[in-house]
């Protein structure tokens, strides 16, 4: 299958930084992307859907402003966290698909601590 | 709104043997996907098998197979042989078809499958 890649696999920042999360795919235009939150012992929760070069399209309870997502090319899209504080520890997974009715490629996500 | 529900939380198999995994959901379309993914301890997500609402016939891929119950709104898996590296978190999911944007998956609270040797 396609390869998605997300980067880091972890990292740790101190609370009130800012993170941000990679999601790239690496052989194949990504029309749209997903992000979505796992924590743990938990099911995975979709936060927002982007299509390329428009804006995000976030699910109900998500705040755009502290998860800020970005499209900008068919091969990229980024998270980013605002203000983080420890509440937003988490595990966050990106998927990628390049047509509207093509599988959905998961990335390897990103565990997010903050302190 | 759709929901997919998982009502076992741990299923344990002797190695070898067959186990079926269950899933409901609840939706008022009538085109869309349904999913089993697979979530080792990596923590990676593995598309296990898919089926597409509109095909009658159950899905398979090599060891696992789907029973779909379009009326009942039910979507089993069943895996054969089970083998150790079968142990997972196994999520079932659900899309619509052509979502026009909002398509992302909406997944079950997962189960536990164990594999005993």
């Known amino acids: 299958g396609a390869v998605v890649s997300q980067h880091p696999s972890r990292v740790i920042c101190k609370s009130g930084t800012s993170v941000k999360i990679e999601c790239r795919s690496l052989?194949?235009?990504?029309?749209?992307m997903f992000w979505y939150r796992q924590f743990p012992k938990q099911s995975l929760m979709l936060m927002a859907t982007?299509?390329?070069?428009?804006?995000?399209?976030?699910e109900q309870g998500v705040e755009k402003d502290k998860f800020l997502i970005n499209h900008a090319s068919l091969t990229l899209s980024t998270l980013t966290v605002t203000s983080a504080h420890p509440e937003d520890s988490s595990f966050y997974i990106c998927?990628?698909?390049?047509?509207?009715?093509?599988?959905?490629?998961f990335g390897q996500g990103t565990r997010l601590t903050v302190v | 709104a759709q929901t997919v529900t998982q009502s076992q939380p741990e299923m344990s198999v002797q190695e070898a043997e067959t186990v079926t995994l269950s899933c409901t959901y609840d939706?008022?379309?009538?085109?869309?996907?349904l999913f089993w993914y697979k979530q080792p301890p990596s923590r990676q997500m593995i598309l296990v098998i898919r089926?597409?609402?509109?095909?009658?016939q159950n899905a398979t891929e090599n060891r696992f197979s789907v029973n779909f119950q379009k009326a009942a709104k039910s979507f089993s898996l069943k895996i054969s042989d089970s083998q150790l590296g079968d142990a997972a978190m196994y999520f079932c999911?659900?899309?619509?078809?052509?979502?026009?944007?909002?398509?992302?998956?909406?997944f079950g609270k997962g189960t536990h499958l164990i594999i005993q040797p």
């Open positions: 089926q597409e609402a509109y095909k009658q």
């Open positions: 982007s299509n390329e070069g428009s804006k995000a399209t976030y």
């Open positions: 939706t008022s379309e009538s085109d869309y996907y």
């Open positions: 999911a659900y899309r619509l078809r052509l979502g026009g944007g909002a398509d992302g998956l909406t």
């Open positions: 998927s990628a698909r390049e047509g509207s009715d093509t599988e959905a490629f």
């Open positions: 052989d194949f235009q990504a029309t749209t």
